[in-house]
C-alpha cells in the first residue's frame, strides 16, 4: 500500500531530490518517468518566504489557487494518506469543472486538513482514448467500448537481503468509459489482465 500514496508523485518532481533521481534512476529513465507523470505538489499551508514562488505555478501562497480562473485551473486537487476519501474517485476535484466558489471550498479543506490528511495537486492531462470489448451477459455477446484507462502493475519481491529484487508479476487495466474524467474500477468499467 506504500506504493499507492499519492505523495510519492511530489518526490519525483522535487528539485533538491533531482541529483538523486539521476543516479538511482539514471537520466533516460528519469526523463520517461517524468513523461508519464504529471508534475505534482504537496498542498502544504507552511507559509513561503516573501521573495519565493511555488515552482511551475508562480503562486506565493496555496491560498491564490482559489482566484485562479476556470482555464487556469486544469489542476485536479486529491486527498493523499491513508484516508477512506483516498480510492474509487472520493476526495477528487477538477478544477475546470467546479464553479469558483466549489473549488474554493476544496482548496481550504485542503489546506485544513493537511496536518491530518494531505492533498496533492497535479495538471491535469486528458488521456487518450482506447478502443476495448468487454463480454455482455445480457445480450451474450462481445460489445466495443471507447474508453480510457490506467495501467497498474504489480510487483513482487523475492530473495533476501541484499539480493532482494523486485519483480514485475503482473499489471490490471481499468478502462473507464469515455465519458468519464476520472478512471477508476467503477461498475461500467472493464478491469483485465495484462499481458505483454
Known amino acids: 500500500p506504500v506504493f499507492e500514496e499519492k505523495l510519492l508523485f511530489a518526490l519525483l518532481w522535487n528539485r533538491n531530490l533531482r541529483g538523486f533521481w539521476r543516479q538511482e534512476l539514471g537520466e533516460s529513465f528519469l526523463s520517461r518517468l517524468q513523461k508519464a507523470v504529471p508534475y505534482t505538489w504537496v498542498v502544504d499551508p507552511t507559509p513561503l518566504p516573501p521573495h519565493a514562488a511555488i515552482p511551475e505555478l508562480n503562486l506565493t501562497d496555496w491560498r491564490q489557487l482559489m482566484a485562479l480562473s476556470q482555464r487556469e485551473r486544469e489542476l485536479i486537487l486529491k486527498v493523499s494518506g491513508y484516508s477512506e476519501e483516498a480510492w474509487g474517485a472520493r476526495g477528487v476535484y477538477f478544477g475546470s469543472d467546479l464553479s469558483a466558489e466549489q473549488w474554493s471550498v476544496a482548496v481550504q479543506k485542503a489546506l485544513l486538513e493537511f496536518d491530518r490528511t494531505p492533498y496533492v495537486l497535479q495538471r491535469y492531462h486528458k488521456p487518450r482514448l482506447v478502443q476495448s470489448n ?63
Request: glycine share 8%; proline share 8%; hydrophobic share 40%.
Open 134 to 196: 468487454y463480454w455482455d451477459f445480457e445480450r451474450n455477446q462481445l460489445v466495443p467500448m471507447p474508453g480510457r484507462v490506467r495501467l497498474c502493475p504489480y510487483y513482487f519481491v523475492a530473495g533476501e537481503g541484499d539480493s532482494a529484487r523486485a519483480n514485475l508479476s503482473g499489471v490490471l487495466a481499468t478502462i473507464c468509459p469515455a465519458d468519464k474524467k476520472i478512471i477508476h474500477g467503477m461498475k461500467d468499467a472493464i478491469l483485465a489482465p495484462c499481458t505483454a
